[in-house]
């Protein structure tokens, strides 16, 4: 005789038991999704940065450069937190940005435990301060019930041109601008479909694997704003704003330094545009106010960004991503590039209207006015 729970599946303890641990699958989806997509875009803007400073000395360096032709001064990475989100970051940066082991610096109050990095060149102490007055950006990647400790610790060694970017979702912007003190941060935002999250981000393989799936790196391309887990917009503004503050530092004129960002975002040969000239170019106007531009001279450099403020409210450079289409397919292209996905493995580019929705989302209004803006 078959038992009475035979063909109901629902009444059986191990089916049961699945139902029961579907809030926590979920859960650690969204969770491996969120730290995959967290660590690609950290991969894109140390990466851009890093080609920037180069192709000013050198010319001929883009996204898709070696380590080597990175060469040994390239940008100085700090790293606050040794835990989970920091061990991935590290791995992620060593095997994709370009960045030397011997320019990634970590404090955490257990150095002890970070032998593996030790052993590959990383700086690994405990003493933020010193991280902080060393490295051109720091990834704050505690826990968000230590972040006011940090803050406090750090701020007074805070100074531009270094750029504070956050991993510590739980601490909104204008709190974090609060507690530095501080201007040059980077905080992205994360939207989460729940609903969706089967297989997000590769979940049954590392987070260094994961980013060199071509699939997976067209879900985290920050275009694609209709993936299941998407950064917002205003994250990618930031980026291009903060490049505009290196340049800035570096006093390099405000032509040079749309020269290079032109140089490194549209290539000579482009798959997408069938003549060169058809490509976006950028100009002063898409990141400052008319005003400002009639203002400068052929030596001026562009103006110090406050990050925050353009992370906040709407700039010229949100409106110019939310109108052009082209631009969007560009920025796609380069970030797949950036990765070493060519453009036949990373799927169709941004259709219109997605954009404009994701822009519209994230933005918040701000009592402060950016420079330019």
Sequence with gaps: MSHITENLKTLQSEQAAEESKQPLLCLRRRCKGMMVNA?????????????????????????????????????????????????QLVRALLELSGVLAQNIHMSTRRPETLSEFQQLGVECFYDNGQLVAWADIVFLCCLPCHLQHICSEIHSYLREPCIVYSLVTAVPLPRLKQLLCYSAILRPQYQCNIRDLENVGGTNGTVRAAL???????????????????????????????????????????????????????PKQCPICAEKTSCPRFVCGNFVNQTFVSSLTEEDTFPWFDLTTVQMKESPFSQLLASSVSLQNHLTLL???????????????????????????????????????
């Excluded at 453009?343 to 420079?371: P, T, Y």
């Design 39 to 87: 660590c690609a875009h950290a991969v894109f803007f140390c990466k851009l940065l890093c080609v920037l400073r180069k192709k000013e000395d050198r010319g001929k360096v883009s996204l898709i450069s070696s380590k080597e032709s990175m060469g040994s001064e390239s940008l100085k990475v700090g790293i606050i937190g040794g835990g989970h989100i920091g061990k």
């Design 335 to 373: 970030y797949y590039t950036s990765f070493g996905v060519p453009l036949e493995k990373s799927g169709r580019m941004v259709s219109r209207g997605h954009w404009q929705q994701n822009i519209v989302f994230s933005c918040h209004s701000s009592s402060q006015d950016g420079a330019g803006l």
């Design 212 to 266: 060199q799936d071509p699939i997976i790196i067209q879900a985290t391309c920050p275009c694609n704003t209709k993936e299941r887990i998407a950064v917002t917009g205003k994250w990618l503004e930031a980026v291009f704003y903060a490049a505009l503050n290196s340049c800035m530092w570096r006093h390099l004129p405000h032509q040079q330094a749309l020269e290079l960002l032109n140089d490194v975002c549209f």
